[in-house]
């Protein structure tokens, strides 16, 4: 901005960027005010759960409610077979999303953008659509009521090819014309080359299946049936209890344990997923 | 290499072009790829055939058929398509469900990008950082917790969201017992989770348009509304394009909230289109009956979609 | 056009070490991701789950894994007395009755059903018709030994369980729909316990008292919208229902034999039929016209649907007047702090009877089931005195058996007119199951629609629900 200008632009900016942040301010408030709510609760016994005026924060935290979640559901093995089930999706959608991706962006053979086509339209199926027959193919497989009945269908992903091709495209030319003039196969241009580049966009492919499979809750109800395969979200539904005998802070205890791990995913990859998401969007 | 540089659009790597390489070298580097291309493809081509193509075709062959897994199908014709025409439930659900999708989209969106536009302006790094976490941080809860305790926060009688408006005066609103109050309510719960998801892709779509258009058109003597109106939006449109058509598309799948929330009532006003799938299938059994539903779901999501593409020819601005 | 900061091409032509890492990185994390596939296999493929490829008697429950090792003890009995049976209990999670059945109907669909299923009235008919194996050929064949438990269990709680003129299952525990009250909201209005013969104008009565000497955090009546304990216990009250009831023809082969003695032995039947809708009985518009009176009022709440959650936490905070519930209730009040004198219990109030609407659950035999004759032993077992005393060691629900329904069973919890509970069948022996015909899940959602519409509104509105209901049921009625 240039200095002449400045002085009379702040000026007028003031009041307008005191709104702005008043704005931010209530809607951050809005957005985090339920979950104070339900972390503060949870630390509450069951009778004062529905105390009002509400309290915000946890004075006097009691820690019942969450030996009781442990009490009542597995918690331990819910966490596990989420995480098996998010860690290896996350995996399996990080390696073939490049292999794709890679193709679609850099190799050249016939019927690609035909086939390209086809990928993105799959984006475009409800899960629930398929569900029955999936579940009879999985039935078929021998797959019933297995963490791999839900691993294996949502592998292959068209958001996630989408996002790696795009990624690919990004990235400069040089090393393939160099790598070519080296005698190197594609397959080692890609491993050696273009794979190590495009670790930025498999980890927002990851971070995103991470975040989408840890909480889905559709297919997991459907395929799941055995307790010990259930995942977090499907545990937390049922800790409500048979014909409202759940107790309320008790549940919200459960929903407070399920956070962590997604919210340590989150600090960690939030960097990550913002400057991919940032830069995929606005291509 | 042909296709990847055409779109390989990046100013400071603009490729070099290939001198000393020979034309039979390209020839025999073009077989290898044609050769391997099937390799890379198909771990991601070979699932999809597998867990979304077979089973859509599937869903049509089942869509024929009456059929409750323990007996033995029975053809019925086309009969399982008249029925859900005739049948209000699932013509309501329907109707539910895309004006769910008009609120929820719309109120996502305009808050997301008034957020985004918000946050541009001048403040401390460590606020706007704090900013960014706190609208991001629903997207990481499931849906289905977050709706657990929603449901609380919203009860008539004794959630914090009515008692609040008693202290501004407002009396006790029913809101998950009333058909407008639970709509309003599932639409808040999906808003408030998903707002965040947009908000991340406009500050993104905000970050790259060039600062010297601002400055231009603040020169100019735009300001404001005028300047958003004019300069913002038209940079921004190819982001709101991919911003609305992924909410769309995951807001017409909506499930999660009405079923923790509400189970499809009062009435059935917040059934959605997702809800009498999994209703007729899991829960009555009709799994010929489902799937003809859930085909008329995807026939509209392409529908609203291709849609979407052919109005963004005329309305989306690509620098 | 502008270059969007893509962090992996910061620097494209001295990133040599950077990538030498981030091959490192790909490589540890696919290496990581094979080796949690191997190491986990048997997670991945339920194989670690105890019992699962085993060909022990697979008995699924509705619980939590904590309601299932709570079983153990059970099982441990079982197995002392059939050691050539193994039995491994299945605990599948659900929020409700209608959960449970879709899941073991995924399990059919799936192709592992168990072969031995708790199941509640709400699914009585659905399993009848379709599941379960009847009884017959084995209470004719043990007629002996299972005579101890008939001479103990009220016969309307049997009769749920008929369909079509044979039995499916022996139920094990049950609950009526009475009326919870909280002491303190009864003391605070100036009232005793109301009369066991008490009409629902007393009721209303009692509820406008206890609204007029509370604040707004209070309400007098809370319920909850779904087949038990919701609209129906006033439909049966005012003597009408939603479907038509009939009794099924039949059935006489066993009451003769178990029940011959009874003095009501005349009414019982093959079972009961619930066939066509019945939602524009003018008794049916009544009664919702009463409570959509109430909850204008401010008496009751609007019902949600679902289970209610915060019902136990609200009744225990006394924030709430009155509910209706069964024995079931008792446990849960006591363990949210509310001691034998902070509640009590009485019958459901009179309105043109006094017909209370019951739940009862017991388990019924898979027709899949591998080995029906070991099926048999654990269900006659689970149905003998020492196996319900292993099983109801609580009031977190009420034993069939009479003689369980003790001063000990209550010692503990209260409420001081226990006696309510099992009085209630003797007492009104018309009493009857919740009306689940087959398409339950149907008919549940047809009436849990229609219901909050119903109460919510005007006079008028009552109407037009409930010709939307009729609606909704013919269809829900139609197919099987």
Redesign the interface.
């Given at each position: 901005m240039s200095t002449l200008t400045a002085p009379r632009t702040t000026r007028t900016l003031r009041p307008g960027m005191a709104a702005r942040i008043l704005v931010l301010l209530v809607a951050a408030a809005l957005t985090l005010g339920p979950v104070l709510w339900t972390l503060s609760t949870s630390l509450r016994t069951p009778s004062e759960s529905f105390n009002l005026p509400p309290q915000f924060l946890p004075l006097n935290p009691d820690f019942t409610s969450y030996v009781e979640v442990f009490q009542q559901v597995n918690m331990v093995l819910l966490v596990v077979n989420s995480a098996l089930v998010t860690l290896l999706i996350a995996v399996g959608q990080m390696a073939t999303a490049a292999l794709a991706g890679y193709a679609f962006a850099r190799l050249s053979f016939k019927g690609k953008n035909a086939l390209f086509s086809v990928v993105l339209a799959t984006m475009m199926v409800p899960v629930q659509v398929t569900i029955v027959p999936v579940f009879m193919l999985i039935r078929g497989m021998g797959l019933s009521d297995t963490l791999l009945a839900l691993i294996l269908p949502a592998i292959p992903t068209a958001f996630g090819t989408f996002l790696m091709r795009q990624y690919f495209l990004g990235l400069p030319n040089d090393f393939a014309e160099a790598a070519a003039l080296d005698g190197a196969s594609p397959w080692r241009t890609f491993r050696s080359v273009y794979a190590p580049l495009a670790v930025p966009g498999m980890a927002i492919v990851g971070i995103l299946a991470f975040n989408f499979h840890w909480n889905e809750f559709f297919r997991p109800l459907i395929l799941t049936i055995s307790q010990e395969n259930y995942t977090l979200p499907l545990g937390l539904v049922t800790l409500q209890g048979n014909l409202g005998t759940g107790s309320i802070s008790v549940v919200l205890a459960g929903v407070i344990l399920s956070m962590i791990p997604a919210l340590v995913v989150f600090i960690f990859g939030q960097r990550t997923l913002r400057e991919g998401l940032t830069a995929g969007a606005s291509k | 290499m042909s296709t990847p540089t055409l779109k390989n659009t990046t100013g400071t790597t603009t490729p070099a072009p290939p001198t000393r390489s020979s034309a039979a070298a390209r020839r025999q580097r073009s077989l290898a790829e044609r050769l391997i291309a099937p390799l890379f493809l198909a771990p991601t081509v070979v699932g999809m055939a597998i867990f979304t193509i077979v089973p859509i075709l599937g869903s049509i062959l089942l869509a024929f058929f009456r059929w409750d897994i323990i007996s033995a199908p029975e053809f019925v014709g086309f009969s399982n398509f008249a029925d859900i025409v005739n049948d209000p439930t699932v013509r309501v659900s329907f109707l539910n469900t895309i004006v769910f999708v008009v609120v929820a989209v719309t109120l996502q969106l305009g808050i997301a990008m008034a957020l985004a536009v918000a946050i541009q302006g001048r403040m401390p790094n460590w606020l706007r950082v704090f900013f960014r976490s706190a609208f991001f941080f629903p997207l990481i809860l499931s849906a289905a917790s977050v709706s657990i305790f929603m449901g609380y926060l919203f009860n008539e009688q004794f959630g914090v969201v009515n008692w609040m408006l008693s202290l501004i005066g407002i009396p006790a609103v029913p809101w998950l017992t009333t058909s407008g109050g639970a709509a309003a309510v599932v639409v808040l719960v999906y808003v408030w989770q998903n707002f965040g998801f947009s908000f991340l892709l406009f500050i993104g779509g905000l970050a790259s348009i060039p600062r010297e258009l601002h400055e231009a058109s603040a020169l100019d003597g735009a300001t404001g509304w005028r300047q958003f109106v004019n300069v913002t939006l038209p940079l921004l449109s190819p982001t709101v394009l991919v911003a609305s058509v992924m909410a769309i598309v995951s807001a017409l799948q909506i499930f999660d909230q009405p079923y923790v929330l509400t189970r499809g009532g009062p009435g059935d006003s917040t059934r959605t289109a997702v809800m009498v799938i999994f209703e007729s299938a899991f829960q009555q059994l009709e799994f010929g009956r489902a799937s003809a539903i859930g085909l008329v779901l995807m026939m509209l999501i392409m529908a609203i979609t291709a849609l979407q593409f052919r109005l963004s020819r005329r309305f989306v601005f690509y620098q | 056009?502008?270059?969007?900061?893509?962090?992996?091409?910061r620097n494209?032509?001295s990133?040599r070490t950077?990538?030498?890492s981030?091959?490192t990185?790909?490589g540890t994390?696919?290496i990581?991701?094979v080796g949690?596939?191997v190491g986990?296999w048997p997670?991945?493929?339920?194989a670690?789950?105890p019992g699962?490829s085993s060909t022990a008697l697979n008995v699924a429950i509705?619980?939590?894994?904590?309601d299932a090792a709570a079983r153990q003890a059970l099982v441990e009995e079982f197995t002392s007395l059939h050691p050539d049976i193994p039995v491994r209990i299945?605990?599948?999670?659900?929020?409700?009755?209608?959960d449970f059945f879709?899941?073991i109907?995924?399990?059919?669909?799936?192709?592992?059903p168990p072969d031995v299923v708790y199941v509640a009235t709400e699914g009585a008919q659905l399993f009848a018709e379709?599941?379960a194996e009847p009884l017959d050929p084995y209470l004719t064949r043990d007629a002996a030994d299972i005579q101890e438990y008939f001479q103990d269990v009220h016969p309307s709680l049997i009769e749920a369980f008929m369909y079509r003129g044979s039995l499916y299952q022996l139920p094990l525990d049950w609950n009526a729909a009475n009326m919870y009250l909280n002491t303190s909201a009864l003391e605070r209005a100036g009232l005793d316990r109301p009369a066991d013969d008490w009409n629902h104008d007393d009721f209303t009565a009692t509820m406008r008292a206890m609204k007029s000497t509370t604040d707004?955090?209070f309400?007098p009546y809370y319920w909850?919208?779904r087949l038990?304990g919701g609209v129906v216990p006033w439909l049966y009250a005012n003597d009408t229902s939603f479907l038509t009831e009939e009794k099924a023809a039949g059935g006489d082969w066993f009451w003769d034999r178990f029940y011959g003695q009874d003095p009501t032995r005349a009414q019982r039947s093959g079972g009961y039929l619930w066939e066509a809708p019945n939602a524009e009985d003018p008794r049916v518009i009544e009664t919702f016209d009463y409570l959509r009176e109430l909850v204008a009022e401010g008496l009751g709440?609007?019902?949600?649907?679902?289970?209610?959650?915060?019902?136990?936490?609200?009744f225990?905070?006394s924030?709430i007047g009155a509910t209706p519930a069964g024995g079931?209730?008792v446990q849960?009040l006591h363990e949210?702090?509310m001691g034998a004198d902070d509640f009590d219990v009485q019958f459901f109030p009179r309105w043109r009877t006094q017909r209370h609407q019951f739940g009862a659950a017991g388990y019924a035999i898979m027709r899949t089931a591998r080995d029906k004759d070991a099926a048999w032993e654990w269900v006659k077992f689970c149905a003998s005195k020492p196996a319900m005393e292993l099983a109801i060691p609580s009031p977190?629900t009420t034993p069939t058996r009479r003689s369980m329904v003790n001063q000990s069973l209550y010692a503990a919890t209260g409420p001081e007119h226990w006696k309510v509970f099992y009085d209630t069948l003797d007492r009104f022996p018309t009493s009857g199951p919740i009306p689940a015909p087959p398409?339950q899940?149907?008919v549940e959602?047809a009436l849990?629609?229609?219901v909050?519409?119903a109460v919510?509104g005007s006079s008028a509105q009552v109407r037009s629900?409930m010709g939307?209901l009729q609606?909704?049921l013919e269809?829900a009625l139609r197919?099987k």
């Open positions: - | - | 056009m502008r270059s969007t900061h893509l962090p992996g091409q494209p032509l990133a950077g990538d030498l981030r091959r990185l790909l994390l696919g990581g991701a949690a596939t986990a997670r991945l493929t339920g670690d789950i699962r509705l619980g939590t894994s904590a299945q605990a599948i999670q659900g929020a409700d009755w209608r879709s899941k109907l995924t399990m059919v669909a799936a192709g592992n379709k599941l707004g955090s309400t909850t919208n038990f709440v609007r019902p949600e649907g679902g289970g209610g959650n915060a019902l136990v936490g609200l225990a905070s924030r079931y209730w849960g949210a702090g977190n398409q899940a149907a959602t849990m629609k229609n909050s519409v919510s629900a939307s609606r909704d269809l197919s």
